[in-house]
């Protein structure tokens, strides 16, 4: 085999595994290219719901649209493992979603899932009072 062939199987098997890890990328890579820090995870998912725009459709926090459902008390309707399920793949859970699958990492989901169940804990104690 000549080198020129090598060479663009090369290329070639290069250029397939970026397309794999840009338009479906695995856990592993995803937890390698996008991990958050969770000293402060609230913050941190709040930040994270700002740079994703869930506002753009879902209501939060008592903002944003209601082109989806609305995420107040969310973390109570939904079970850890479902919720987690959504912001993982909603595809998966959904299959004729409209939500896109943001290819979140793990500590991105836990970013937001915190985020979210501190705006319901606020909104449940709000309530008592």
Request: aromatic letters at 8%; charged letters at 20%.
């Amino acid at each position: 085999m000549s080198r020129k062939r090598v060479a663009v199987y090369l290329i070639i098997t290069a250029v397939i595994i970026l397309f794999w890890l840009v338009f479906s990328p695995p856990r592993w890579w995803l937890n390698l290219t996008k991990s958050v820090d969770l000293s402060n995870p609230v913050a941190t998912g709040e930040q994270l719901v700002s740079e994703y725009n869930c506002r753009r459709c879902h209501r939060i926090g008592g903002g944003g649209s209601l082109k989806a459902p609305d995420l107040a008390g969310v973390t109570e309707r939904l079970d850890d493992v479902s919720l987690r399920l959504w912001l993982h793949n909603p595809k998966a859970i959904k299959g004729n979603t409209p939500m896109p699958n943001f290819h979140l990492s793990d500590s991105e989901i836990e970013a937001i899932v915190a985020y979210l169940q501190r705006l319901d804990t606020s909104a449940s104690s709000g309530r008592k009072n």
